[in-house]
């Protein structure tokens, strides 16, 4: 099997996954279903809390992805991986010394793994049309948009599906403008609190 193939193989598998587990997705690949368009064309990005960054992204990155930023807060940072006609990958951690204390990543990683997605973003047109059809739909949001109106990225997750009284997945709605492609540090720590399920 070359390398595109297995990547899609592990892409196809991972996200079959974390739709099968997580309501909101489901709910959503039910109704991209119903126009044909499916769910895998719509992921923006996916994402993956470890213990260690390099570790956690190694089966992305020998199939393929390659290193593009770094982002950092007061108790986790980030690296984000891209490969041509993928989504881009997120991978996540607490900081290793004093500063990731406070993080809520290594409970989740020491309750679900890092083989796992913590939530897969689907880019939108319109999020405020996108998520009032997915609330007629049942899905719950936590928290408000975030990003300005006419920004270029605008965000919002579902409530956290729980497991065994924990937040496991998220399904994140992405609408970007300007052809923006990155992340915007203060909108991805105020997702991050957002998906602590209280």
Known sequence: ?????????????MVADYVARNQAAGILKSMLNETGVGFWPVIDH????????????????????????TL?????????Y?????????????YPDERGKTSIIPGWVNKFGDKVFHHV?????????????????GVVFAGNIVGARG???????SSPEMVDGQPFTVLELAERHRGYLGFL???ADTLMKSSTGR
């Open 151 to 157: 920004g270029h990225l605008r965000q919002i997750f």
């Open 121 to 137: 973003a689907v880019r939108v047109e319109d999020i405020e049309q996108a998520v009032e059809r997915l609330k007629q739909k």
């Open 82 to 94: 891209r490969k041509a006609g993928y989504p881009g990958l997120f991978v996540d951690q607490a």
């Open 185 to 187: 540090p203060p909108q």
């Open 72 to 80: 950092q807060y007061d108790d986790w940072y980030a690296k984000v």
């Open 46 to 69: 996916v994402t993956i809390r470890t213990h260690d960054i390099d570790r956690g992204a190694e089966p992305f990155v020998t199939l393929g992805y390659r290193y593009d930023e």
């Open 1 to 13: 099997m070359d390398d595109t193939h297995a990547l899609d193989h592990l892409m196809e598998h």
